[in-house]
């Protein structure tokens, strides 16, 4: 049962990210925007029990031309 509601916290966090979305800075520096954003999640158990989350993040970025 509470490897069930983890997943699903995780699973709705993952959700929530991916809807939000981002918009970039408009400053000089950090003038771009986010194309895209891919989040996998990984929830496993080791042998002892012990619960695992692997997270892995891709984020796509535009920049201006100068």
Same mark, same amino acid.
């Given at each position: 049962?509470?490897? +069930?509601?983890?997943?699903?916290?995780?699973?709705? @966090?993952a959700v +929530?990210? @991916? @809807?939000?979305?981002?918009?970039?800075? &408009?400053a #000089?520096?950090?003038?771009?925007?986010? #194309?895209?954003?891919?989040?996998?999640?990984? @929830? &496993?158990?080791?042998?002892?029990? +012990? &619960?695992?989350?692997?997270?892995?993040?891709?984020?796509? !970025?535009?920049?201006?031309? !100068?």
């Open positions: 049962m509470r490897l +069930t509601r983890g997943f699903f916290a995780v699973l709705t @966090l +929530t990210m @991916l @809807l939000a979305g981002g918009t970039g800075a &408009s #000089d520096v950090d003038d771009f925007t986010f #194309d895209e954003l891919t989040v996998d999640y990984t @929830l &496993s158990r080791d042998d002892d029990g +012990t &619960s695992r989350l692997e997270v892995v993040e891709r984020f796509v !970025a535009r920049f201006p031309d !100068a």
